[in-house]
Each structure stands twice: as C-alpha cells, then as structure tokens.
C-alpha cells in the first residue's frame, strides 16, 4: 500500500475513510509527527493504491491492512483511524494484531433504519460528487457550496480549508470502490468486539452532532467494546480531524503513550 512516513518516536499507524486517502490526515499530520513516527496509508482501490479483487469488502480491506503490519513487522503497532479506518482499526484490536488503538466516528453500530440512512445519504452524496467533479476545486473555494456539499459531515465546513475540501472531494469521487463498499458496509452485519487481551488501550471517539454514524451508535460500540473508553468530542460532526483537530491530535497521543 501506498503510504507517507513523517516524524520520529513511537510508530503510530493512520487509517483513512471511505473514499478518503493519507491527504485526509492532514489537518493533524504535522502535529502527530512531531512526537511519533506517523505511517499514513492509502487503503486498496483509494489514493495511489491499486484495488485488489477484494477491496470492495470491509473484511477485504482489513485483510489488506493485517498483511501490510505483517508484511513491514508492525505487528502491535499504535492505530488510529477515522470513519471506515476507525472500524477497521477495532477489528484489528479484536483480532489482535496492534497496540493501543484510537477509533473516531467508526462506522459498523448501526441498525434498522439507521443502516438505508447511511447507504441512502452517503450513496447520492457519492453520485453528486461524480456528476460534478470538474468543479470540485471551484466549488470548493466557497463558503456557500463548502455548506452545501459537507453539512451531513460537519458542523462548521464553511470554515474549512478550500484545499483540504477539494482534495477530499476529488478524492472521493474518484475511488472505483466507491459504490461496492457503500453496499458492503451498509449490508453486512454489525461490527463485533471485545479487543483482544493483547491490544493496549482502546478509545472510541465520537462526535456529538455526527449526522452519518448518529451518536446512538456510540453506546452500541462501547458495548462491543466494553473496556474503550468513549470520549465526546462536543463540538464536532462525523470528522473531528477537520472540527476539532487540536482536540483530536490530544486524544491520539494521550491514548498512545
């Protein structure tokens, strides 16, 4: 997998999201590296990362990831991850193959309903980021558009970087994978815990006015995970990298110690 090292100290391993890629640590890369070794990775079939004949799975993806630590002797490494990273770094937990692991906004707890809202909503966001990509990077610049195309996933996007939005939404539309997983995560079945006895510390952040994973499913995973601790971030929606990234850079090295 296609990656970016930055920094010095303890190895600390970043998964990205759902049509996401190592750009989508950004807003707190530069931070986390000035006390840890950062390994961020594009995850098959997003960013420089070709697909392989399973990346359109959730347990696909996993597996390419539990290769990638096996293959570099990261076994127990520091994890963190974000939205569809973050479930995949608390199956690895519970699998066993890393050290502390932090989860923000994971993807996996949702029921009923809750399971069409997801595919319904990120599925048309999906299909109108493809149908407008050559604007991206225009659209991107304004405040009123930024509103428009992330208020489902922030609570502030009009005050976001034009350049990270761009490179999130291009990226997002252009990961082949896309549609496959959409269905794959939304169908399959809910994620399930404990950690292993041999991962560190687990913390499950979450974001108080998520409008993707709905903060309901926060108690769902602390369920599943009975020994996280579940930290609140206020103000946030489903990134906290982007609404609170000091807050979230915090969150990261304290649970990493």
């Known amino acids: 997998m296609h990656h970016v090292q930055r920094g010095e100290g303890r190895k600390l391993l970043l998964i990205h999201g759902l049509g996401g890629s190592w750009q989508s640590w950004s807003t707190v890369l530069n931070a986390l590296s000035a006390h840890r070794t950062v390994i961020a990775v594009d995850l098959p079939g997003h960013g420089a990362t070709p697909s392989e004949h399973d990346s359109g799975t959730f347990d696909g993806l996993v597996g390419s990831v539990e290769r990638y630590i096996a293959d570099n002797r990261l076994a127990g490494i520091d994890v963190a991850g974000s939205s569809m990273g973050a479930r995949i770094v608390l199956e690895l937990a519970r699998r066993g193959c890393v050290g502390n692991v932090v989860a923000l906004d994971p993807g996996g707890f949702w029921r009923g309903w809750e399971r069409t809202f ?3 909503t990120i599925g048309i966001s999906g299909a109108l980021l493809r149908a407008i990509r050559p604007s991206l990077q225009t659209l991107s610049r304004y405040k009123a558009s930024r509103t428009a195309l992330l208020a489902q996933l922030s609570v502030r996007p009009w005050a976001l970087d034009p350049k990270v939005v761009s490179t999130e939404l291009t990226g997002l539309s252009n990961t082949p994978t896309f549609n496959a997983l959409v269905q794959d995560l939304g169908n399959g079945p809910e994620q399930t815990g404990p950690a292993a006895v041999s991962t560190g510390r687990v913390v499950i952040g979450w974001g108080r006015h998520d409008r993707l994973c ?15 601790d579940l930290h609140w971030f206020e103000s946030s929606g489903h990134f906290p990298t982007w609404d609170m990234p000091e807050e979230t850079v915090a969150v990261i090295l304290a649970a990493t110690e």
């Open 214 to 228: 709905l903060p309901v499913q926060a108690t769902r995973a602390k369920v599943a995970f009975p020994s996280a």
């Open 118 to 120: 997801f595919k319904a």
